[in-house]
């Protein structure tokens, strides 16, 4: 295992999701994730939370991470592609932070890097979010 920058978006989510668990129950997980987080851990972990952060629920990262990865897939149902404006879009409840367990102050207080990557001028997961709308929707 390189590095914790392999991991991005849902694959970000899922990994400190499985290390919840093996932190809680190490037989709950396979062997090969027991093997490697015996040897390995998320720096996120083990790490002081970045400036500003606070202590982060790993439930709120993991629906934050959720709902960046429904607004990839889904986004297209909640744009406007009528042109005269007659039919509002369909829209998707995936598409709601809260269908996700997260408020905007979560989002407020989760780094940008941890739902999207790197983006330049995005600091915070409100902030990506907000922009993968605009891009998706």
């Known amino acids: 295992m390189s590095g914790w920058q392999e991991f991005t978006g849902l694959n970000r989510g899922y990994v400190l999701e499985l290390y919840e668990k093996y932190r809680e129950n190490p037989s709950s997980v396979d062997p090969e994730a027991r093997a490697l987080f015996e040897r390995w851990t998320p720096p996120f972990q083990d790490e002081a ?49 809260s269908t996700h367990g997260v408020t905007d102050d979560d989002l407020r207080s989760i780094p940008a890097n941890l739902v999207a990557g790197t983006l330049e001028g995005v600091t915070t997961a409100y902030d990506a979010i907000e922009l993968l709308r605009r891009v998706y929707c």
């Open 49 to 97: 939370p970045a400036a500003g952060t606070g202590s982060i629920p790993l439930e709120k990262v993991v629906g934050a991470v959720n709902l960046a990865e429904s607004i990839r897939r889904y986004g297209h149902l909640a744009a406007r592609l009528d042109p005269l404006g007659g039919r509002p879009p369909i829209g998707d409840p995936s598409l709601l932070a």
